[in-house]
Every structure is written in structure tokens, then in C-alpha cells.
Nanobody, 123 residues
Framework: VQLQAFGGGVVQAGGSLRLSCAAC????????MGWFRQPPGKEREFVAA????????YYADSVKGRFTISRDGPKSTVYLQMNNLKLEDTAVYYC?????????????????WGQGTQVTVSS
């Protein structure tokens, strides 16, 4: 499975962006799809995840109520709608796929990673 993430950019605080992650290859069964981010000088952290078959969603506390993860099965694409962006949301955002449906917020559970897309929130 190859993943390609896009949709990042520069946005003012309070604004919105939508990230997309297109998968080349079939997604099915137990796949978890996740979004992670890596702020400058910090470790990669969990943002949101969705189970491919049932569409169950999970969020980091820091983004609950502001971010929404969703998927489009026929397009094999996962989205991350980000609203009310804050300065601390600035990071490189990565999409990832876990074919075994493991711990949704554990970086090392994910086997496949996209290339990352930069999100910069300005004041």
C-alpha cells in the first residue's frame, strides 16, 4: 500500500484546512487509517484514526471537537478536516495505514506511511 498525503498549507489561527490521503492499493478488512503529526523539534504524535470497515473514529484529546477524520471507500481516501486551527497545530502531518488493526494511537503499529504534508498556523 502506498499513501500520498496532500492538502497542507499556511492558514491563520481559527481557520480550516482539509488534508487528504490517497491509498494506492486495496484497503479492506482490519485496516486502521491514522493521521499523525510531528511538530518542530518534537516526536511524532497521534492525531486521529478510523477503522476502514466500520468507520469507528478516535481522536487525540488536543483535537477533539475541532478535527474530523473520514473515509471514502471507493476512492480509497482518508480525510482530515481541521477546523479552528491553533498555533500549536503547526506540524508535518502524516497519514498511515495499519493492516492489522492494532493499537490505533501507537506509531509503531502502522506499517505504511505517506510522505507528510506541512501545516503551518500563523497568528
Amino acid at each position: 500500500v502506498q499513501l500520498q498525503a496532500f492538502g497542507g498549507g499556511v492558514v491563520q489561527a481559527g481557520g480550516s484546512l482539509r488534508l487528504s490521503c490517497a491509498a494506492c492499493g486495496r484497503l479492506f478488512g482490519n485496516y486502521n487509517m491514522g493521521w499523525f503529526r510531528q511538530p518542530p523539534g518534537k516526536e511524532r504524535e497521534f492525531v486521529a484514526a478510523i477503522t476502514w470497515t466500520r468507520g469507528i473514529t478516535y481522536y487525540a484529546d488536543s483535537v477533539k471537537g475541532r478535527f474530523t477524520i473520514s473515509r471514502d471507500g471507493p476512492k480509497s481516501t482518508v480525510y482530515l478536516q481541521m477546523n479552528n486551527l491553533k498555533l500549536e497545530d503547526t506540524a508535518v502531518y502524516y497519514c498511515a495505514a495499519d493492516p492489522e488493526g492494532g493499537f490505533y494511537n501507537y506509531v509503531f503499529a502502522y506499517h505504511y506511511w505517506g510522505q507528510g504534508t506541512q501545516v503551518t498556523v500563523s497568528s
